[in-house]
């Protein structure tokens, strides 16, 4: 397996491009350390399967370099970079058995025939097809053709990587948990160098010890799952992870004091902000509490969603969502209060460091 290196990494469809704009990668820089299981999650868009393209040799970049354990791999194709890659839909030989499908990439390679038997075997059992070794693959549905899509990738032991994009699309919902589950024991077991891209949180967050998050062509953060969740570098991932996402509000700030319209809000330290930039405060709903005591507020909707509730109410002309466990009573006249551990500050977006 491989440390994989993007340094100053840019990348535009367009011949000529003119402005950041034309971009589908802005300027990224990132080591995917050796043995490490990441996931690139962002919105449709935001530049996830170029990023990995450039990482699998399917697209050259229009700037900058990627290199493999220290070498520069930037100019060499998909084959030499000896890569795994499983995409959204699946890529089997259709005239093949299943068994023959998961073996084809070692027989290329010449190993010999006893330790093709295991692996298949061992893959089979882990992909739960292994009472169809023997069938042809023409015939399964296209969620067990997947699969074997995921199967491909996973059997040999030699690659430099192993890519995924957007790999569980069309597998049911019960299935694509445990395929996860086990693509996750199968890291722990094996230490590959993964990155698998997803638009879905959940299947970022629990597949990986580390979360890119892009956004329009950018890295935003990156982090283990609780890290973006207590501190999300920039508003955006306050937004797109958790469910649901961080509230921001717009504040000015006076020393260490939050003001939105009449209402103050205490912060857990302060910040000298250069004039004009836009300043937000961000609190997960997790970390706002319904009481008695706090900021004076109207209750909107209340959504049930087993044990807990959101409520949305409205906190001088913005709405927010609040967490609040199953059973605790809301008052009739309620009051926001804001969890100081949960409080984050941004200017223009970016999260600002408080100092206490
Ligand atoms: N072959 C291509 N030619 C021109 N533009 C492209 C090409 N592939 C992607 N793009 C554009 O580059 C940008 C990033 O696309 P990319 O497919 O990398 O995003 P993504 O995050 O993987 O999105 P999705 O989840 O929808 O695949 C988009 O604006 C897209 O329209």
Known sequence: MARIELQQLQHSYLARPKSAA??????????????????????????????????????????GKILFNGEDVTERSTEQRNIAQVFQFPVIYDTMTVAQ??????????????????????????????????????????????????????????VNAILFDEPLTVIDPHMKWQLRSQLKQLHRRFGYTMVYVTHDQTEALTFADTVVVMYEGQIVQIGTPSQLFEKPRHTFVGYFIGSPGMNVLPVELDGRTARLGGSAVELPGSIEVGQ?????????????????????????????????????AELEGHEVAVIVPEHEEIPADPRLSFDQRGINLYADSWRLELEP
């Open 276 to 312: 004009g930039s836009t300043i937000e405060l961000g609190i997960r709903p997790e970390y706002l509490r319904l009481g008695r005591e706090g900021l004076p507020t109207r209750i909107t909707k209340i959504e049930d969603i087993g044990r807990r509730k959101i409520v949305h």
């Open 101 to 158: 499908n998961l073996a084809f990439p070692l027989r290329n390679r010449r190993l010999p025939e006893d330790e093709i038997n295991r692996r298949v075997a061992e893959i089979l059992e882990m992909i739960g097809l292994t009472d169809r070794a023997d069938r042809r693959a023409r015939r399964l549905t296209a969620d067990q053709k997947q699969k074997i899509s995921l199967g491909r990738g996973l059997v040999r032991s030699d």
């Open 22 to 63: 034309d971009y589908a990668l802005k300027e990224v820089n990132h080591t995917f350390d050796d043995g490490g299981a990441y996931a690139l999650l962002g919105p449709s868009g935001c530049g996830k399967t170029t990023l990995l393209s450039i990482i699998s040799g399917l697209v050259t970049p229009s700037e």
